[in-house]
């Protein structure tokens, strides 16, 4: 599974901005994928995730403020961020966890700043 993201940039708070996240390669229909983000100096978070039956969970930092979804037929997760606030600015990761066996997405920086 081949993971391609992209969608990051600069945004001032209260702004919004559009993940997206499509994988190629070998796809399986039951899976999870979601977001992590890393900020420097502290700890990666689970910032997102969708299941292939559409269980979403969020983090209690995000929750009303982001909205994941996906496209099944697209084999895309899109991670639509509102509200933004510095406190957001990391580096945010897709990742598409099948049976446990996690394949990652390269980076995609969003920094909100003024």
């Known amino acids: 599974v081949q993971l391609q993201a992209s969608g990051g940039g600069l945004v001032q708070p209260g702004g919004s901005l559009r993940l997206s996240c499509a994988a190629s390669?070998?796809?399986?229909?039951?899976?999870?994928m979601g977001w992590y983000r890393q900020a420097p100096e502290k700890q990666r978070e689970l910032v997102a995730a969708?299941?292939?039956?559409?269980?979403?969970n969020y983090a209690d930092s995000v929750k009303g403020r982001f909205t994941i979804s996906r496209d099944n037929a697209k084999n895309t997760v899109y991670l639509q961020m509102n509200s933004l606030k510095p406190e957001d600015t990391a580096t945010y990761y897709c990742?598409?966890?099948?049976?446990?066996?996690?394949?990652w997405g390269q980076g995609t920086q969003v920094t909100v700043s003024s």
């Open positions: 969708i299941s292939s039956v559409g269980t979403i």
């Open positions: 990742y598409d966890n099948v049976r446990g066996s996690y394949y």
């Open positions: 390669g070998s796809i399986f229909s039951i899976n999870v």
